[in-house]
């Protein structure tokens, strides 16, 4: 992508299907081929015209809007032309078609995905992070990260990085100062307090990182599947979460055989829940197969709710099943137990422990919260534990939203300022060593906002945006 950057671009900007406007952009050195061919008339700069879009042999395939907005005050940064016709998918064919047979000189060309973006950062319209906030900002799946998206589309995110970049080019400054003037007496480092700014360097770091980590929460969600034994009652809490019926609810064991999906939303922060096939042995076939990628779901997870029975607690049978599917979740994956069913059962008399089942005389006590998939008792606080267990924290108003990408370059910023630390307290017979470590971080933060990234990595970005954008 990046070697064709010279040549004119045009794209249908508005989505696929049909709607009440759709919207023709072209991006240039210079446009007035296209105007003078389309419009066939000048356009004011930043002005809308309204007026006959016309083909070839001067018939009119649309009325509509026509804007030329002229470099360098565009959104590319080039000459761009946006034509604003009727949002039917043949009259934008049709104008999208006349804009490349008028443009064939010029080598007019119809965009890759995320192109006119692409030449936004390029030509310094916008940095990295602001770039893939756009993404973002269409992609968001909830109002706060909506509302996040565009706290980093306005350089909220970019600006925290490059405060930190200063800081951190002020303490190399300080650091290549003592190499670059070893005889000198004075030492550069401990009169300007090297170790203290540093201090507040991983100070400064570490909020950034923990609103950062926020934000790819209000991003990227949270995976939580729903496990258990069959009839535990998984499908009906997925539809208490979601508050739709959206899977099947039987008596019958085994009645979910397949992966149910639904995204729901705590507090702004996307919830991506996953109800799966009863886990147990001796199940057939077909239903063998949906346990199996059940297992496959929950290896996946960021958090599991392993939902128990509460009416079969006190069956010995149905704790040991319980008891061989703990042992086979995976370590590393936060795993919530929860009983299901409470409206079931009601408190045992006073000055005895357990829960007292309705149909039967006793449960014993137990471990883990308790809800009602039924009623919706104790769904709150599950809700609460999920979020706690994603580490979400701030409110969404101070929060930017941020990719897993940034979160992966601010911990390896912190692990060079870890190293940089330990060289400071080692004193001058490894100031070079300090030095490397205070350039690899700032090039670390200089790939957040694209002033240190490779081509390759651009065009992954920008490959995964919408043609058009």
């Not at 200063?166 to 170790?195: C, G, N």
């Not at 999906?261 to 949906?290: C, K, S, W």
């Not at 190293?419 to 200089?446: F, K, P, T, Y």
Request: include cysteine.
């Amino acid at each position: 992508m990046l070697a064709r950057l010279d040549q004119p671009i045009a794209a249908i900007a508005t989505a696929p299907g049909r709607g009440a406007v759709g919207i023709v952009r072209v991006s240039a050195r210079s446009v007035q081929t296209i105007i003078d061919a389309v419009c066939g008339r000048a356009l004011k700069p930043r002005e809308a015209t309204y007026l006959p879009l016309r083909a070839a042999d001067g018939s009119a395939i649309d009325q509509g809007l026509a804007i030329h907005f002229p470099a360098p005050n565009s959104y590319t940064g080039e000459d761009v032309l946006e034509l604003q016709a009727h949002g039917g998918p043949v009259v934008l064919q049709l104008l999208l078609a006349r804009c490349l047979e008028a443009g064939v000189a010029m080598s007019l060309r119809v965009a890759e995905p995320g192109e006119f973006t692409q030449r936004a950062f390029l030509n310094g319209k916008l940095d990295l992070a602001q770039a893939e906030a756009i993404a973002d900002l269409i992609d968001a799946s909830t109002e706060a990260a909506a509302r996040s998206a565009t706290r980093s589309l306005a350089g909220e995110f970019s600006r925290e990085i490059h405060a930190l970049r200063d800081a951190l080019v002020h303490l190399r400054m300080l650091v290549e100062a003592t190499l670059d003037f070893p005889e000198e007496e004075i030492d550069f480092l401990q009169k300007a307090d090297a170790a203290g700014q540093l201090e507040r360097l991983q100070a400064n770091l570490a909020r950034v990182m923990q609103r950062a980590h926020q934000g790819a929460l209000l991003r990227e969600g949270i995976n939580v599947v729903i496990a258990g034994q069959p009839n535990a009652g998984k499908s009906s809490l997925l539809n208490a979460l979601a508050g739709a019926e959206l899977a099947i609810v039987t008596p019958i064991p085994g009645t979910t055989r397949d992966i149910v999906r639904q995204t729901i939303q705590i507090e702004g922060v996307p919830l991506h829940v996953v109800d799966t096939a009863g886990l147990r042995e001796g199940a057939d076939t077909v239903e063998q197969i949906g346990i199996e990628r059940a297992w496959g779901q929950i290896e996946k997870a960021d958090a599991v709710v392993f939902l128990h029975d509460l009416t079969r607690a006190d069956s010995e049978e149905y704790r040991a099943a319980d008891h061989a599917i703990s042992a086979k979740l995976p370590s590393a994956v936060p795993v919530v137990d929860v009983w299901n069913k409470a409206d079931a059962v009601i408190p045992a008399q006073a000055g005895t422990q357990g829960f007292q089942e309705k149909r039967e005389p006793w449960v014993p006590a137990f471990a883990g919260m308790t809800l009602s998939a039924k009623t919706g008792a104790g769904l709150d606080q599950l809700r609460h534990k999920l979020l706690e267990i994603a580490g979400w924290q701030a409110a969404p108003e101070g929060v930017f939203i941020a990719r897993e990408r940034h979160l992966h370059a601010l911990r390896r910023v912190d692990g060079h300022l870890m190293e940089a630390a330990a060289h400071i307290a080692q004193g001058a017979q490894v100031l070079d060593l300090l030095a490397e470590e205070l350039r690899l971080a700032q090039n670390a933060l200089s790939e957040i906002t694209g002033e240190f990234s490779a081509d390759d990595l651009l065009g992954v970005i920008f490959s995964r945006f919408c043609i058009g954008k």
